[in-house]
């Protein structure tokens, strides 16, 4: 006769595979809510700077390298950081028309110790007057090489 009970096995096999899914720089990075804030805070007021200042690869660096990476977005799913950069290319070249970036309303929530989702609104704007705005949603893990968007869903509200 089993000992135990034996519904719970496929359960526990679960737990245990999932337990051994990341790695243990990941279980040791441990952020709190306020932490987490200020960290996304940080890179997407990076990410501001480096949009404005016309500089691609310097807003992307916060994309994890990589064909995991992922963005949706309503000209449809791109996988992987050299789509990602792809997607962007054309309005960062040379006399191309970009607007200026901010980003409000940051709303963000750790969801394991070592990911964070954060919530908020993009504007794209010239001098007083918006000339687009929608919402995103982030997906940020902490790698070796720091905290690094894994996933990006941005939707127009316009």
Same mark, same amino acid.
């Given at each position: 006769?089993?000992?135990?009970?034996?519904?719970?096995?496929?359960?526990?096999?679960?737990?245990?595979?999932?337990?051994?899914?990341?790695?243990?720089?990941?279980?040791?990075?441990?952020?709190?809510?306020?932490?987490?804030?200020?960290?996304?805070?940080?890179?997407?007021?990076? $990410?501001?700077?480096?949009?404005?200042?016309?500089?691609?690869?310097?807003?992307?660096?916060?994309?994890? $390298?990589?064909?995991?990476?992922?963005?949706?977005? $309503?000209?449809?799913?791109?996988?992987?950081?050299?789509?990602?950069?792809?997607?962007?290319?054309?309005?960062?070249?040379?006399?191309?028309?970009?607007?200026?970036?901010?980003?409000?309303?940051?709303?963000?929530?750790?969801?394991?110790?070592?990911?964070?989702?954060?919530?908020?609104?993009?504007?794209?704007?010239?001098?007083?007057?918006?000339?687009?705005?929608?919402?995103?949603?982030?997906?940020?893990?902490?790698?070796?090489?720091?905290?690094?968007?894994?996933?990006?869903?941005?939707?127009?509200?316009?």
């Amino acid at each position: 006769m089993p000992v135990g009970n034996t519904k719970k096995t496929p359960f526990l096999i679960a737990l245990a595979l999932l337990a051994g899914c990341y790695n243990a720089e990941e279980r040791s990075v441990g952020v709190g809510a306020d932490e987490l804030h200020t960290i996304v805070d940080d890179l997407l007021t990076d $990410s501001e700077e480096k949009w404005n200042g016309g500089d691609l690869d310097g807003f992307m660096y916060w994309y994890q $390298s990589g064909s995991e990476t992922s963005f949706m977005g $309503s000209d449809g799913p791109f996988y992987g950081w050299d789509q990602i950069r792809d997607r962007y290319a054309a309005r960062f070249e040379p006399g191309a028309s970009r607007d200026s970036l901010r980003f409000e309303n940051l709303e963000t929530r750790p969801i394991a110790p070592w990911l964070g989702l954060a919530t908020a609104r993009y504007v794209l704007f010239q001098e007083d007057s918006i000339t687009a705005t929608g919402i995103f949603t982030l997906v940020v893990k902490h790698t070796a090489d720091g905290w690094r968007i894994i996933h990006d869903h941005s939707s127009s509200t316009d």
